[in-house]
């Protein structure tokens, strides 16, 4: 399985702008299609966005398009989360996960992902 560590949370004002990173380690990135989720306190991991091996392809949640961007850099083996005009609701531990599924398969469930990192709290103050 590849390690996977994210970075970059933190404490931020609504308004304001966050780029998270998820650092992997162990595989070859290149071989993982990865996505983003976050988990608020109290409700069920959420699927933010997703992006294939390449980047050449990019998902997102219908409530996250506008305002999110991932992104991946696969000589870095880093792949990143900007985040625009955060809000209060956007509060939530952010998790990366990676995926050696291919073909027809469904991007947004987290039971599609082998690999996880620990998390990076993301705190939005109104």
């Known amino acids: 399985q590849v390690q996977l560590v994210e970075s970059g949370g933190g404490l931020v004002q609504a308004g304001g702008s966050l780029r998270l990173s998820c650092t992997a380690s162990?595989?070859?990135?290149?071989?993982?299609?990865m996505g983003w989720f976050r988990q608020a306190l109290g409700k069920e991991r959420e699927f933010v966005a997703a992006i294939s091996r390449s980047g050449g392809r990019t998902y997102y949640a219908d409530s996250m398009k506008g305002r999110f961007t991932i992104s991946r850099d696969n000589a870095k083996i880093t792949m990143y989360l900007h985040v625009n005009s955060l809000k209060p609701e956007d509060t939530a531990v952010y998790y990366c996960a990676a995926t050696m599924a291919r073909g027809s398969y469904d991007y947004t469930s987290p039971y599609e992902y082998g690999s996880w990192g620990q998390g990076t709290q993301v705190t939005v103050s109104s």
């Open positions: 162990g595989r070859i990135f290149s071989n993982y299609d």
